[in-house]
């Protein structure tokens, strides 16, 4: 009767870490993505602007500023 419990346990344990795994590193990628292209944050802007606020947020409590600052310039040096 334990067995078929432990193999259902370890099943749904292994299924948890694999979601994780992957959601650690699709969050690597997304902030990877966004450190490196600027082209990529506007587009971030326009679709999901949450998340772009959590990049900027994130990079200014390590240290770096100016980033949306310049970003927002650019952009909108590029509509006029």
């Known amino acids: 009767m334990g067995r078929p ?12 870490l694999v979601a994780e795994l ?7 990628f997304l902030f990877n993505k966004m450190n490196t292209s600027q082209d990529f944050r506007q587009t971030m802007s326009k679709k999901f602007p949450f ?6 947020k994130s990079i200014e409590q390590s ?3 100016g980033t949306r ?3 927002q310039k650019i952009w ?3 509509k006029n």
């Not at 419990?5 to 948890?16: A, Q, S, W, Y």
């Not at 998340?51 to 900027?56: A, C």
């Open 5 to 16: 419990l432990e193999t259902l346990t370890k099943k749904i344990l292994k299924g948890v």
């Open 22 to 28: 992957m959601g650690a590193f699709g969050a690597y």
């Open 51 to 56: 998340i772009l606020e959590v990049y900027y």
């Open 63 to 65: 240290g770096v500023y």
């Open 69 to 71: 600052e310049q970003d």
């Open 76 to 78: 909108l040096d590029s």
